[in-house]
């Protein structure tokens, strides 16, 4: 099966990194150009979530999974309004898990304004430092303050599981959830050969790091800029 997988930057390999439990060949797009999302407006995340669909749909995948918290919480009823193929979001199967649960959410300004998940709290400055691949200790010491002893936290934008680690060596006490773990174990899917395409609109050093940490796998990378019309 082919499966189209996108998000705005790098966020999305720690959802593409669950789906490779199950081989597949996977179309995957990272628009790191125009990262991040989490400020855009609804209707520049519509024209911008289409452009890379239609780019997946060139390559013929059979399905596409929304790996962007930020796409799922603002367009995805537009998107499968619009679009024929299956399209699953990566935010559903993880409200579905924490249903009668208390938890807190760390999300995009755009997920939180959504009001799709409780308790969300807006870590603006997050994704830009994941995708230069540097430290976030600082700003995370700020927004794990607000976050009560013990607590669920869902990771409620997908470019935060990277930093499971420095998130866990401050807060040890907290129960982190990952939402491509969630629909990854949701979806099931069958398996294939494994074939992984990344493409990118900007390839850097920063990216490939990037990369290395996440997927540990074979992988064609490619470096794709598609036009947005505004
Ligand atoms: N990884 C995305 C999300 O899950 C987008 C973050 C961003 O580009 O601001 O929300």
């Given amino acids: 099966m082919k499966i189209g997988v996108f998000d705005s930057g790098v966020g999305g390999l720690t959802v593409l990194k669950e789906l490779l439990r199950y081989p597949n060949e996977y179309y995957y797009f990272g628009d790191n150009i125009n990262v991040p999302y989490g400020t855009k407006t609804k209707y520049e995340l519509q024209i911008l979530s289409s452009k890379i669909i239609d780019f ?3 390559k013929n995948v059979d399905m596409i999974i929304i790996a962007c918290g930020t796409i ?3 367009v995805y009823e537009y998107l499968k309004n619009k679009y024929d193929i299956p399209i699953y979001d990566i935010i559903s199967p993880t409200l579905e898990y924490l249903k009668n649960k208390t938890y807190y959410t760390f999300a995009t300004s755009m997920t939180c304004k959504s009001k799709i998940f409780n308790n969300s709290i807006e870590c603006p400055l997050l994704v830009p430092l994941i995708e230069n691949n540097q430290k976030a200790t600082k700003e ?3 927004y794990l303050n607000s976050i009560p002893n013990n607590s669920n936290l869902v990771l409620g934008c997908t470019h935060y ?3 499971t680690e420095e998130i866990l060596t401050l807060r040890p ?4 959830i990952n939402m491509g773990k969630i629909l ?3 979806l099931n899917l069958e398996s294939h050969e494994l074939k992984i395409r990344l493409y990118f609109s900007k390839v850097d050093h920063n990216l490939i790091s990037n990369i290395e940490k996440i997927i540990d796998k074979d992988y064609q990378l490619e470096e794709v800029c ?3 019309q505004k």
């Fill in 56 to 58: 997946l749909l060139s």
């Fill in 72 to 74: 799922s919480a603002n």
């Fill in 140 to 142: 995370l010491k700020e």
């Fill in 161 to 163: 599981p990277i930093l």
């Fill in 173 to 176: 006490d907290l129960n982190l």
């Fill in 184 to 186: 990854s174990d949701k």
């Fill in 226 to 228: 598609l036009n947005y």
